[in-house]
């Protein structure tokens, strides 16, 4: 019997050697010939954001004017890539379009599912791409290709209840020391203090935005080497683990979503999180304090040798590269992201950031965290564009995660941190050290 | 005599008790799916004071994305069931009676199909389906299901067909019957509760099964599974559709076994442990 | 992945063909012949099992990644990267607490009910088919299920323990919430190892057990020197799918845990399927997967042996 399993997987072994022969040979085609006619419909793959629901909103006026039906394909926001890269892999036109997380970009595009964009950018005259800043125009790069339009524009904003700061006598914080003590007073009359993100999905973007908030970066921008052995780096992360003793008991365990809805739900005093979730926040449907909220900037604080800036975040709207339909999709992106579209974006809290939506004053009044939103198209700290990031993030939040749940002292937590990046990115030969 | 009583209330009552920590979840479930999303989220000392409201069975009968993957997943159900009790029956009889060549090779082929992981086939699977183009379509995902609960269920039918009386079936070939009046008047009958039991489990494990549709059902040919694990999303925990779809998952399943208990039961007890 | 598979206890040798003992050309037919029964099966076998086991087992020894189109020979170069690592490890070593602690669990749990169930007293048949209930549950709504009943705050469990001034908060602990995965998991499937030991039961001889009940042997005695004796064929095959279902667990941690936290949770085919379909690490997936079926080549022979097919 031993024998015979062993010979059956000699066999299978020999098929599977037989098989890299065939499929060796169909690799990566590029280029999908393109049907020039009218599409019905148009699919796009979505996720659940308000983002989403203006693009829907807008996706019924476009039907009525061009007779183009707009379909929907609604995705689980940590399945939105798998979606893109198995639909591109299998060489089948799924979808004609998608919303990508910017720091998952550089992922998708090398596996080749975006179609790259300049052409359109630089002959569509009405999309008027010179009305973004130059931040914002790469944040939707890879290299020095475009493939994404920008759909929400969302820095990292301090949010805090306005009621209780006004009960309390409280300031939004600007320095870290600030953001702490106020934290110590919320959780003194009873409410959250803070709320933050100490799961193993996604935590690091937090952490990376306090780290960025303090000068610190996550890697070299240069040479990719990794900079969690920096001073500022241990720093702030000891001060990330601190926060959580203000959190409520479920941040232990939680994603980004989950401290939205804790936020919009619970007593929390105040959090780091990105502007497009003004839209949740203010719908008194989906939360209980609508109207009794605010903003203010990211706190800062000068502690590493870089410029203390706050992160930016936010949607791209995508082509994808296996459309059969690849004008007809610049044609709907170009129109929903134009400008004579960005009131509605407005009135859903999540715009792209065009110079002339955030400059103009009757939509500041309307949305008051639009000067964030220049500010940090301008200058705010986009993940690095490279494939390796989706792999990053992951890692690093189950190692934060780890030291806030104990497994790990902040020390060992931290070394070990610094090698698994290191790992990552010597492995893939992006940092050569 | 008194401690027979002792011994018999105690028995009842943890029966009692387990049966309660079995349905509870389910009974729990069931109820939030009549809230609204603001009661499901309330303190639960007021889980009873609620307005009972069908919005979320409501609403998602009219989401096309809902209805589209209730289909996916009965077809493929319906489709793999069948086509394994048919298979196995066949294989079952053929391990049973008959002295094929490759008999033993197929039968280790077989125990690896079934015990190999999952997460070794599923890539492959994946660029073989897009290599053929089938890639987000049904019968894919129902031939595969099929393949993977096929040797289960011809061990099965192999216990049921070898516990099944040889003379019958003799003095029916003796009486000049062909194969296939063997088959439809005088073996089926025999093993029908086998077919049953296999039947049963097949479906439980397709209905079920999430790697391979999350993996291979993208988006046309999505699964309920699939479909339910989506509501935790990026905006919103939902939990008030989300039990709603939950109940919709569980309920056809369980009332298609209940149903069908009886030659459960009977089909395991008689078939394969002896 | 599939909860279901079992195999049965078969233990008689096929009968002779009836085309065997006539002899010479007709028999040779027949035996071509039959091969007709199990064509299908093979189709499907190989279509579904044998190619793809090759087609990973190539993947596993070349370099395959989102951007190389034309994957090149690594040889073991993807298991010294991936399987010969702290991560693979210790998921290695997270299984192995999934299946030893979930078949200790179910085991027990489900033996103590299977004897409850076998006493046959008034109203066993309505515990047994609820008692069946859970083992039909689909396993990511399970997940969800459990997760909507322990999170702090909103679920009832919590609410419940917070009444004993017990504050829960599960999955924020590695050991709770290594403990809640492995309880799931066998809320799950105490029932399956219920169904199967009770049917074992209902099987066995009546004999040996009255003559122990003559000799005045105690419960313990009868059940640890006849009783689980007898059932041995039964206990082992219950084990063993149960064992190989606890390997493959994938459906109840993605949808509670995610493998948090930190990594706590983090069982090998989780690993493997956020190696795959995270970071595209196809290479290195497919090493991990292989590994893992090459570690459970024991089990195959256990398998083979037990049914004597």
Redesign the interface.
């Known amino acids: ?2 024998r ?2 062993i010979s ?1 997987i000699a ?10 022969a065939c ?2 040979s ?3 085609k590029s280029g999908v010939p393109q049907d020039d006619k009218k599409p019905s419909s148009l ?1 796009m793959l979505v ?3 308000s983002s989403e629901d203006t693009l829907k909103k807008l996706a019924t006026e476009y039907t009525a004017k061009t007779g183009i039906t707009i379909k929907f ?6 399945q939105l ?3 893109l ?3 591109k ?4 036109s ?2 004609d379009m998608s919303m990508v997380d910017g720091f998952t970009l550089a ?1 998708i595009t ?2 080749g599912a975006l179609a790259p964009l300049d052409s359109y950018l630089t002959s569509d005259k009405a999309y008027d791409y010179s009305d973004f800043p130059q931040g914002l125009q790469d944040y939707g790069k890879v290299g020095s290709v475009s493939y994404g339009l920008p759909l929400s524009t969302e820095p990292y904003l301090q949010w805090y209840r306005s009621d209780l700061y006004s009960q309390l006598n409280l300031k939004p914080a600007t320095t870290w020391a600030d953001a702490i003590s106020n934290a110590k007073d919320l959780q003194g009359a009873g409410y959250d203090g803070y709320d933050g993100v ?4 996604g935590s690091a973007h937090y952490y990376n935005a306090m780290l960025a908030s303090m000068g610190g970066r996550l890697l070299d921008p240069k040479t990719y080497k990794p900079l969690l052995d920096s001073s500022v780096a241990k720093q702030a992360m000891k001060q990330y683990l601190s926060l959580k003793q203000y959190s ?3 941040s ?2 939680s994603a ?2 989950d401290a ?2 804790a936020f919009s ?2 007593q929390v005093g105040q959090m780091i999180l990105a502007s497009g979730w003004w839209g ?1 926040f203010a719908d008194p449907k ?1 939360s209980d304090w609508a109207g009794k909220f605010a903003t203010a900037e990211t706190p800062l604080d000068k502690v590493g040798s870089y410029q203390p800036v706050s992160s930016l975040y936010g949607w791209l709207a995508s082509i994808s590269a296996t459309s059969k339909h690849q004008k007809a999709a610049w044609d709907f992106l170009s129109w929903a992201l134009g400008k004579s579209n960005a009131e509605t974006f407005v009135e859903t809290g999540a715009p792209p950031g065009r110079i002339s939506t955030t400059s103009n004053a009757e939509f500041v009044k309307e949305l008051p965290l639009l000067p964030s939103v220049a500010d940090a198209a301008k200058d705010g700290l986009a993940m690095p564009r490279i ?1 390796e990031m ?2 990053i993030v ?1 890692v690093l939040s ?2 934060i ?8 002292s902040l020390d060992d937590g931290m070394v070990q941190a610094q090698n698994d990046l290191l790992n990552i990115l010597v ?1 893939s030969g992006r940092y050569k050290g | 005599m008194r401690r027979s009583r002792v011994k018999n209330t105690v028995t009842h009552a943890v029966l009692v008790v387990a049966s309660l920590l079995a349905i509870f979840p389910l009974f729990w479930v069931a109820l939030a799916s009549f809230k609204n999303n603001r009661d499901v989220i309330d303190p639960v000392t007021q889980a009873f004071d609620f307005v009972p409201t069908a919005a979320n069975y409501v609403s998602l009968f009219g989401t096309p994305a809902f209805v589209g993957s209730a289909l996916t997943s009965v077809l493929i159900t319906v489709i793999s069931t069948l086509v394994v009790v048919a298979l196995a029956t066949l294989g079952g009889y053929a391990f049973a009676r008959l002295r094929f060549p490759g008999r033993r090779l197929l039968a280790l082929v077989m125990v690896i199909v079934q015990i190999i992981p999952g997460i070794v086939l599923i890539v492959p699977l994946y660029r073989l389906v897009s290599g053929i183009g089938l890639y987000d379509q049904w019968l894919p995902i129902a031939v595969i299901m099929a393949g993977l609960t096929l040797p289960f269920a011809t061990w099965l039918m192999l216990a049921f067909f070898q516990n099944a009386p040889l003379e019958i079936e003799e003095a029916a070939l003796v009486d000049g019957a062909t194969r296939f009046q063997l088959f439809r008047h005088v073996l089926i009958p025999m093993v029908a509760p086998g077919m049953a039991t296999a039947g049963i489990f097949t479906a439980i494990a397709v209905w079920n099964s999430f790697l391979i549709p999350v993996v291979l059902g993208q988006s046309n040919a999505e699964t309920l599974t699939v479909y339910v694990a989506q509501f935790v999303t990026f905006q919103d925990v939902n939990w008030g559709p989300l039990c709603a779809t939950a109940v919709l998952i569980l309920a056809p399943i369980v009332l298609f076994v209940l149903s069908m208990q009886r030659s459960l039961v009977k089909g395991l007890t008689a078939g394969s442990l002896k | 992945m599939t909860s279901t598979s079992t195999i049965p206890a078969v233990r008689k040798h096929p009968l002779p063909d009836r085309g065997a003992t006539r002899r010479g050309a007709r028999a040779r037919r027949a035996r071509i012949l039959s091969l007709g029964y199990v064509t299908p099966t093979w189709i499907l076998m190989i279509t579904v099992g044998v190619i793809p086991t090759g087609y990973a087992i190539w993947m596993s020894v070349t370099d395959q990644s989102l951007t190389a189109s034309s994957p090149d020979f690594v040889g073991l170069g993807n298991f010294v990267a991936s399987v010969f690592t702290p991560a693979f490890l210790s998921s290695l070593g997270v299984t192995a607490l999934f299946v030893v602690a979930g078949l200790l669990i179910q085991f027990t749990v489900g033996y103590l009910l299977a004897v409850l169930i076998h006493r046959q007293l008034r109203g066993f048949r309505i515990a047994r088919t609820v008692l069946l209930v859970p083992m039909l549950l689909t396993p990511v709504v399970v997940g969800l299920i459990w997760q909507f009943m322990l999170s702090p705050g909103l679920g009832v469990i919590t609410t419940f323990a917070d009444l004993f001034g017990w504050h829960l908060n599960v999955f924020a602990d590695p050991w709770s919430a290594r403990l809640v995965v492995v309880l799931i998991d066998s809320w799950m499937f105490i029932p399956f190892v219920m169904l199967m030991l009770s049917a074992g039961m209902t099987a066995l001889p009546e004999e040996p057990l009255e003559a122990a009940a003559i000799d005045g042997a105690s419960w313990w005695q009868t059940t640890r020197y006849i009783i689980l004796p007898m059932l041995r064929p039964v206990i082992t095959i219950t084990l063993l799918v149960r064992c190989v279902d606890a390997v493959r667990l994938f459906d109840v941690i993605f949808a509670t845990t995610k493998g948090g936290p930190g990594t706590a949770t983090q069982s090998v085919s989780m690993l493997t399927y956020t190696t795959t379909f995270q970071f595209y690490q196809f290479g290195y997936g497919a090493a991990m997967s292989i590994a893992v079926a090459v570690l459970m080549i024991p089990v195959y022979f256990i398998y083979i042996r037990l049914t004597r097919i």
């Open positions: 019997m031993k015979r399993l059956t066999v299978i072994g020999a098929v599977g050697l037989a098989l890299s499929s060796s169909g690799g990566s699919t996720t659940a954001s394909d609604e995705a689980p926001y940590d890539p798998t979606k890269i198995l639909a892999q299998s060489n089948q799924t979808y992922q090398a596996s100490y799961g193993p999905a409520p008991d479920a232990s365990s980004g979503l939205v809805n739900h619970q949740t989906n494939p989706a792999q992951t189950q190692d995660s780890s030291m806030a749940s104990g497994q790990l492995q």
